[in-house]
């Protein structure tokens, strides 16, 4: 029953920044690994970014140098900021909360990012 909810994504141009964001319910586990992905049309969802329990951060090779993931916990708040965006980073981006002890993952509905050439 963790309720995920991503907001910020829109169309921006290549080179352009967007700074996508994951509100959860006060349920969320902040201890949990949190994680972003995204899926472009006709592709599977890959995974983008992620935050561990820890605040360790790991990037999809893609991505690196230019996005940055965190999270606040206090809030339970999940942020990506995109910079230098480029046209293959479209796509609906998703935010994961994991599950634990039997729990399951909980997904968010997802934020459309479009970056036009």
């Known amino acids: 029953q963790v309720q995920l909810v991503e907001s910020g994504g829109g169309l921006v141009q290549a080179g352009g920044s967007l700074r996508l964001s994951c509100a959860a319910s006060a349920n969320a586990f902040v201890s949990n690994t949190w994680g972003w992905y995204r899926q472009a049309p006709g592709k599977q969802r890959e995974l983008v970014a992620s935050i561990t329990g820890g605040g360790n951060t790991d990037y999809a090779d893609s991505v690196k140098g230019r996005f940055t993931g965190s999270r606040d916990n206090a809030r339970k708040t999940m942020y990506l900021q995109m910079n230098s965006l480029k046209p293959e980073d479209t796509g609906v981006y998703y935010c994961?909360?994991?599950?634990?002890?039997?729990?399951?993952?909980?997904w968010g509905q997802g934020t459309q990012v479009t970056v036009s050439s």
């Open positions: 994961k909360h994991e599950g634990l002890w039997g729990r399951p993952d909980y």
